[in-house]
């Protein structure tokens, strides 16, 4: 296998990484994938993270002096497992098939570009698994029709307020307020008010990345892991004061 130039082992490491990174991941993958694929082709990377920027240090193993250094913004996306074990397993095959940099790029296109759930059919999914998580924290079944059409409604509301790229510390203040609002003014359909008021804001909970948080602290990559908890307690917060609004407007007599 010819090793490729510096320039364009550099691009595809760059893209690999961006693309792993906004999937959803935590550092330690990403690290170690991408390391995996620059040793086949002969180079070595460093990598230092950073909440809004990425520093990648590239040099030929038998020549130092040939070497690429990047400081990349990151490009936070949705959560997508697909691609995480699309991109993951792509590295492990680059390892063991030795694929020329140009199979690699065209397989790591096709990953990328691959067809993605429709957005109804995610917010349609995600709006169930919040009614039979209220049925699992003891619900009644009016209770689950309740969060359903609440948690329905907020992520269409977070859909629209991406689109017109509002904050996402807006909406996530502006969708708990929403969903529990209409739990809060249904209320007297069910007896379990109090159950479906705190599932109807699961959807919004960023449990993925405050696993990744713990994961990066607990693999020494500190700077990022604190980001990441630190931007996660944050959203918790906006989240709580939607919630806490509901509440007070309804004089909190939901929880009585």
């Not at 074990?85 to 065209?106: H, P, Q, T």
């Not at 993605?116 to 924290?137: D, G, M, Q, T, W």
């Not at 607990?218 to 700077?223: G, M």
Request: charged share 15%.
């Amino acid at each position: 296998m010819q090793k490729p130039a510096i320039q364009n082992a550099t691009d595809f490491f760059i893209a690999y990484t961006t693309a792993l990174l906004s999937a959803g991941t935590y550092t330690a993958r990403i690290v170690k994938c991408v390391r995996r694929i620059a040793e086949v082709y002969g180079y070595e990377i460093h990598i230092n993270f950073f909440f809004h920027n990425i520093s990648v240090n590239i040099f030929d193993k038998d020549d130092h002096s040939i070497q690429r250094t990047y400081i990349i913004p990151n490009n936070h996306a949705h959560v997508n497992f697909k691609i995480i074990l699309d991109l993951s397993a792509l590295s492990w095959a680059i390892y063991d098939c030795r694929y020329e940099l140009e199979e690699s790029r065209k397989l790591f296109q096709e990953i990328i570009h691959q067809k993605k759930y429709s957005y109804i059919f995610n917010i349609f999914f995600v709006s169930f698994a919040n009614a039979a998580f209220c049925k699992l924290f003891g619900g009644d079944f009016a209770s689950a029709i309740l969060v359903f059409f609440a948690a329905l409604l907020g992520l269409i509301l977070r859909y629209i307020l991406t689109k017109v790229k509002i904050d996402l510390r807006i909406q996530y203040i502006l969708c708990s307020f929403l969903s529990s609002l209409l739990v809060a003014i249904q209320s007297n359909v069910t007896s379990t008010a109090d159950v479906a008021l705190g599932s109807s804001v699961l959807y919004l909970l960023p449990g993925v990345f405050f696993i990744n948080s713990i994961i990066d602290i607990l693999k020494d990559y500190i700077l990022m892991g604190l980001s990441r908890i630190i931007s996660v307690s944050i959203l918790v917060c906006c989240l709580s004061l939607g919630l806490s609004m509901t509440l007070a407007i309804s004089h909190f007599e939901i929880l009585q």
